[in-house]
T-cell receptor
Framework: ETGVTQTPRHLVMGMTNKKSLKCEQH?????MYWYKQSAKKPLELMFV???????ENNSVPSRFSPECPNSSHLFLHLHTLQPEDSALYLC???????????????FGEGSRLTVL | DAKTTQPNSMESNEEEPVHLPCNHS???????IHWYRQLPSQGPEYVIH???SNVNNRMASLAIAEDRKSSTLILHRATLRDAAVYYC????????????FGTGTRLQVTL
C-alpha cells in the first residue's frame, strides 16, 4: 500500500450531483489535510484535521464538507458544485509534533474533479 | 507567514548540477525553510528542510545563507526524472499545517 491513497482518481459530476472524495493514509499519522490545486494557481489549503478534529478551515464554501471519522480516513463531500470548482484535490497527512519542528507532509496523487 | 520569491522557471542539462534559488528576506528567527517538489500528474513530495545549517539528504542539499535571507536547493546531478515544480516554503510553527505553497520554480531538464 502506498502511503496516502486517494479515490477516485478522476471524477466528472454535474452541478446538482452529490459525490465524495476519499483519502486513506497508511503511515500512522495524526493529521490530515485537503488542498485544492487549480490550473495556473498555487496549492490552496482547504481543511486541516489534527487528531480527528478540524483545526483549520480556510474560508471554504459550504458546498465542500469534510469528514474525518478516524485518523486514517478523510472524506470531502461535494454537493451543488460550480464549474470553477474543477481542480485537482490533494489529500496529505503528517505527524504533528507539538512544539517540535514541522512534520513532513505526505501527499496522495490527487483526485481530478471536473464539474460540468 | 513570511513570503518567498523564486524564479518562475529554470533549465538544466541532464547530469549537471542544478542550483534553485529562493529569496526570503523577511524570514524570522524561528522560520524553517522547506522544499517540496511536484512531478507531473502527482502530488507534491518532500525534498528537504532546514533552519540555520546546511542540510544534505539522499535527494538534495540545502544551502542556507548566513543571514538566512536566501537559500539554494542543490540537485547534484539532474536527471530527467527531476523535472518538476520546486516549492520553497517557510513555516514558523511546529506543525505542517502552516505550509503555504507559492507558484514555485518549474525545472526543465534536457538531454
Amino acid at each position: 500500500e502506498t502511503g496516502v491513497t486517494q479515490t477516485p482518481r478522476h471524477l466528472v459530476m454535474g452541478m446538482t450531483n452529490k459525490k465524495s472524495l476519499k483519502c486513506e493514509q497508511h503511515l500512522g499519522h495524526n493529521a490530515m489535510y485537503w488542498y485544492k490545486q487549480s490550473a495556473k494557481k498555487p496549492l490552496e489549503l482547504m481543511f486541516v484535521y489534527s487528531l480527528e478534529e478540524r483545526v483549520e478551515n480556510n474560508s471554504v464554501p459550504s458546498r465542500f464538507s469534510p469528514e474525518c471519522p478516524n485518523s486514517s480516513h478523510l472524506f470531502l463531500h461535494l454537493h451543488t458544485l460550480q464549474p470553477e470548482d474543477s481542480a485537482l484535490y490533494l489529500c496529505a497527512s503528517s505527524q504533528e509534533i507539538a512544539g517540535g519542528h514541522t512534520g513532513e507532509l505526505f501527499f496522495g496523487e490527487g483526485s481530478r474533479l471536473t464539474v460540468l | 507567514d513570511a513570503k518567498t520569491t523564486q524564479p518562475n522557471s529554470m533549465e538544466s542539462n541532464e547530469e549537471e548540477p542544478v542550483h534553485l534559488p529562493c529569496n526570503h528576506s523577511t524570514i524570522s528567527g524561528t522560520d524553517y525553510i522547506h522544499w517540496y517538489r511536484q512531478l507531473p500528474s502527482q502530488g507534491p513530495e518532500y525534498v528537504i528542510h532546514g533552519l540555520t545549517s546546511n542540510v544534505n539528504n539522499r535527494m538534495a542539499s540545502l544551502a542556507i545563507a548566513e543571514d538566512r535571507k536566501s537559500s539554494t536547493l542543490i540537485l547534484h546531478r539532474a536527471t530527467l526524472r527531476d523535472a518538476a515544480v520546486y516549492y520553497c516554503i517557510l513555516s514558523n510553527t511546529g506543525t505542517a499545517s502552516k505550509l503555504t505553497f507559492g507558484t514555485g520554480t518549474r525545472l526543465q531538464v534536457t538531454l
